[in-house]
């Protein structure tokens, strides 16, 4: 049987759909999640230093490295799980602890993380969660907890994947700058599916902040474009003001279709990023299957009103920069037209100053050939009286005569040889 040739990035391809499992939990116990990024003005990861940094905390517990062309890791490190994951934008650790420890959400969790590990970490924290997974209760004691835990006001509590689980939390940073979390789950509930669900929530966290990015970048758009609009606009009613130059005024749009191609490029990976992530959002809490929970509002309904408003900021600055940009584009090719128009007509006045003295030119021309006729004839009639002179005598006529008689001939023979040799001249 013939072998098949396989595609260098075959098996490399199969792979990745396995290569982030989820982690196996099951109750009770803690998990401690951070993301960081090192991308500076979205250029990306400083990859070498991202995973020098993870090395660093293998070598603190003598877990053996993983494979250089490895992107992500799943380990013990002494009595903890430790899951790394590197993505385009940012790195993530989460720390599986078989324990409540001594009291709820007090961070102790992270301790698996060295202080001077986490000082010398080459990027800026984006997000940071503490989760409490919890043995399933009934209903009023996981009320009692969830009001002495969270904040009501912003509390999202729900039933999850077919009454899996209860979920909840406040998206609301505690004293030790994490999230807070909380799950509670049933016997019934197997340990992989109380993985995902944990992993979901650190997921809708992290992709919730990453958008966010975009609405503060869209916040410091929105004054820039302000200030453009108005110069704009202003353009816009100097298209019929005789006082203003065209030309002045292309020079004014062309700088500030500059500026707008500015802004363009520099939000422009930021706000499709920020779209990217705000669906894996939704993805994220679309597959929790939700229900209600005791009358409390949902992920979803909490993302509906507090999340949702902000990506539709951020599409709503997007489209005014492109409506910005198309303003630009359509001023831009009436100004031109409105210069064309100009410069035909200057070109226009300038051929009939060129006629003007083209008709100038014609008369003095001719003026020059009459006086030439003259002072040729005057040259002629001299040369033709040496000539004539000697036989003035025989023919019996005085010299004035001669000269009488020879001048019109002279004059008549220099005008016509002229004006023949004028026609033979190409105009």
């Given at each position: 049987?013939?072998?098949?040739?396989?595609?260098?990035?075959?098996?490399?391809?199969?792979?990745?759909?396995?290569?982030?499992p989820f982690p196996?939990?099951?109750?009770?116990?803690?998990?401690?999640?951070?993301?960081?990024?090192?991308?500076?003005?979205?250029?990306?990861?400083?990859?070498?230093?991202?995973?020098?940094?993870?090395?660093?905390?293998?070598?603190?517990?003598?877990?053996?490295?993983?494979?250089?062309?490895?992107?992500?890791?799943?380990?013990?490190?002494?009595?903890?799980?430790?899951?790394?994951?590197?993505?385009?934008?940012?790195?993530?650790?989460?720390?599986?602890?078989?324990?409540?420890?001594?009291?709820?959400?007090?961070?102790?969790?992270?301790?698996?993380?060295?202080?001077?590990?986490?000082?010398?970490?080459?990027?800026?924290?984006?997000?940071?969660?503490?989760?409490?997974?919890?043995?399933?209760?009934?209903?009023?004691?996981?009320?009692?907890?969830?009001?002495?835990w969270f904040v009501?006001?912003?509390?999202?509590?729900?039933?999850?994947?077919?009454?899996?689980?209860?979920?909840?939390?406040?998206?609301?940073?505690?004293?030790?700058?994490?999230?807070?979390?909380?799950?509670?789950?049933?016997?019934?509930?197997?340990?992989?599916?109380?993985?995902?669900?944990?992993?979901?929530?650190?997921?809708?966290?992290?992709?919730?902040?990453?958008?966010?990015?975009?609405?503060?970048?869209?916040?410091?758009?929105?004054?820039?474009l302000n200030a453009?609009?108005?110069?704009?606009?202003?353009?816009?009613?100097?298209?019929?003001?005789?006082?203003?130059?065209?030309?002045?005024?292309?020079?004014?749009?062309?700088?500030?279709?500059?500026?707008?191609?500015?802004?363009?490029?520099?939000?422009?990976?930021?706000?499709?990023?920020?779209?990217?992530?705000?669906?894996?959002?939704?993805?994220?809490?679309?597959?929790?299957?939700?229900?209600?929970?005791?009358?409390?509002?949902?992920?979803?309904?909490?993302?509906?009103?507090?999340?949702?408003?902000?990506?539709?900021?951020?599409?709503?600055?997007?489209?005014?920069?492109?409506?910005?940009?198309?303003?630009?584009?359509?001023?831009?090719?009436?100004?031109?037209?409105?210069?064309?128009?100009?410069?035909?007509?200057?070109?226009?006045?300038?051929?009939?100053?060129?006629?003007?003295?083209?008709?100038?030119?014609?008369?003095?021309?001719?003026?020059?050939?009459?006086?030439?006729?003259?002072?040729?004839?005057?040259?002629?009639?001299?040369?033709?009286?040496?000539?004539?002179?000697?036989?003035?005598?025989?023919?019996?006529?005085?010299?004035?005569?001669?000269?009488?008689?020879?001048?019109?001939?002279?004059?008549?023979?220099?005008?016509?040889?002229?004006?023949?040799?004028?026609?033979?001249?190409?105009?």
């Open positions: 049987m013939a072998q098949l040739i396989d595609h260098p990035l075959r098996h490399a391809t199969a792979s990745e759909l396995h290569a982030r196996h939990i099951s109750a009770p116990a803690r998990a401690a999640f951070f993301a960081y990024t090192s991308a500076q003005n979205d250029s990306g990861r400083q990859e070498a230093a991202d995973r020098a940094h993870f090395l660093r905390l293998l070598d603190h517990y003598n877990v053996a490295h993983p494979a250089e062309t490895e992107s992500h890791f799943f380990g013990q490190l002494g009595d903890v799980w430790i899951k790394w994951e590197c993505h385009t934008e940012f790195v993530t650790y989460t720390a599986f602890v078989d324990d409540l420890g001594d009291a709820a959400f007090d961070g102790s969790e992270f301790a698996i993380f060295p202080a001077a590990w986490q000082a010398a970490m080459p990027g800026t924290t984006l997000s940071s969660t503490s989760i409490r997974v919890e043995e399933d209760q009934d209903t009023q004691s996981i009320k009692d907890k969830l009001d002495g009501s006001e912003s509390l999202a509590a729900s039933r999850v994947l077919d009454r899996a689980a209860v979920i909840a939390g406040d998206y609301r940073m505690d004293g030790n700058g994490n999230m807070r979390f909380a799950v509670f789950v049933p016997a019934s509930t197997g340990r992989r599916r109380v993985g995902r669900i944990v992993q979901r929530l650190n997921e809708i966290e992290v992709y919730k902040t990453m958008s966010m990015l975009g609405l503060m970048r869209a916040r410091s758009l929105s004054v820039e453009v609009d108005t110069n704009l606009s202003a353009l816009v009613a100097d298209l019929a003001d005789d006082q203003v130059s065209a030309e002045d005024n292309l020079n004014g749009l062309l700088k500030l279709s500059a500026d707008l191609e500015g802004h363009s490029a520099a939000v422009a990976y930021r706000f499709s990023a920020s779209k990217a992530y705000a669906a894996i959002v939704a993805q994220r809490i679309e597959v929790l299957r939700e229900s209600q929970f005791e009358g409390r509002q949902s992920f979803r309904e909490f993302m509906m009103r507090r999340f949702d408003p902000a990506m539709r900021t951020v599409q709503a600055l997007d489209n005014r920069l492109q409506d910005l940009i198309s303003r630009a584009i359509r001023t831009g090719d009436l100004l031109r037209t409105r210069v064309d128009v100009e410069r035909q007509t200057q070109n226009q006045e300038l051929l009939s100053s060129m006629n003007r003295r083209a008709d100038v030119q014609l008369q003095l021309q001719r003026t020059v050939e009459g006086l030439s006729v003259v002072a040729i004839s005057y040259y002629a009639t001299g040369l033709s009286l040496y000539v004539l002179t000697p036989l003035s005598g025989v023919m019996g006529m005085s010299k004035s005569v001669l000269t009488a008689a020879v001048v019109p001939l002279v004059v008549g023979s220099v005008y016509l040889a002229l004006r023949r040799i004028r026609k033979h001249i190409p105009h």
